[in-house]
């Protein structure tokens, strides 16, 4: 049974260490067959009410960038072709629907979106569509620093990773080593036009220049 992985975030702009933990999920997860896909899924927001710096075309342009030719990724477009901004659990609820009720979907987040999981919208019921893959990130504690309830739902589920059998209900605790990039960061350094020599692909890096971004 092909294993569909998503990635969705801001992605503004989609840096190396995404990259990084998409290919742990790829690898630890064994998702090498012909059918597996991990689809990269950039959050859609209305023009009217912009919640990132580069307009959406600009951050899929990053996506599709940073992804190149990396074998198993999918740049995947629908959130951004909605006329509204579209929670996790809406994307995962229609992701199920294209692929039937047996094919195992993966969810990748870093430690601090665990860290918050229990303020998304109806976010009990995202390990009934999907199982949740969590990468390390410096500054979330996964041991101390959880909401209890998640806490709960992570000692209940997590589970070392292997290729998914089953369609939904597990978090894979990813063994990749935590990397300190982030959007935020990244978007400072390039407004004080600082260095960002291995955080970036080099076409995003040149795109970000000549569209003069995060100036
Ligand atoms: P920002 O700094 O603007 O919040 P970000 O770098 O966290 O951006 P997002 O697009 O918000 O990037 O993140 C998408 C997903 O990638 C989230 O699940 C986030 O936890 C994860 N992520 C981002 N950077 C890292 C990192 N360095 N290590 C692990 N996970 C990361």
């Known amino acids: 049974m092909p294993?569909?992985?998503?990635?969705?975030g801001t992605f503004d702009p989609m840096h190396l260490a995404h990259l990084r933990i998409v290919r742990a999920l790829r690898d630890e997860l064994q998702l090498h067959e012909a059918e597996d896909c991990i689809r990269?899924?950039?959050?859609?927001?209305?023009?009217?009410?912009?919640?990132?710096?580069?307009?959406?075309?600009?951050?899929?342009?990053m996506c599709r960038l940073t992804i190149g030719n990396e074998p198993g990724?999918?740049?995947?477009?629908?959130?951004?072709?909605?006329?509204?901004?579209?929670?996790?659990?809406?994307?995962?609820?229609?992701?199920r629907g294209e692929l039937g009720a047996s094919a195992p979907i993966v969810f990748l987040m870093g430690a601090d979106s665990l860290t918050h999981f229990h303020t998304w919208h109806d976010w009990r019921h995202i390990l009934d569509l999907a199982h949740l893959a969590v990468a390390a990130r410096p500054g979330s504690d996964l041991t101390h620093g959880l909401n209890p309830t998640v806490a709960h739902l992570l000692s209940e589920n997590a589970t070392s990773p292997s290729r998914p059998t089953?369609?939904?209900?597990?978090?894979?605790?990813?063994?990749?080593?935590?990397?300190?990039?982030?959007?935020?960061?990244?978007?400072?350094?390039?407004?004080?036009e600082q260095g960002t020599e291995g955080l970036l692909a080099e076409p995003v890096r040149r795109f970000i220049l000549d569209n003069r971004l995060y100036r």
Do not use: M, W
């Open 166 to 192: 089953l369609s939904h209900g597990k978090i894979y605790v990813l063994s990749t080593p935590p990397e300190d990039v982030s959007a935020t960061e990244l978007r400072s350094r390039l407004r004080s």
């Open 73 to 95: 990724l999918l740049l995947d477009d629908r959130e951004l072709r909605r006329d509204r901004f579209c929670y996790t659990v809406e994307t995962l609820a229609e992701l």
């Open 3 to 8: 294993v569909t992985g998503v990635f969705g």
């Open 40 to 61: 990269v899924i950039p959050t859609g927001f209305p023009p009217h009410r912009a919640q990132a710096v580069a307009s959406n075309e600009q951050r899929l342009e």
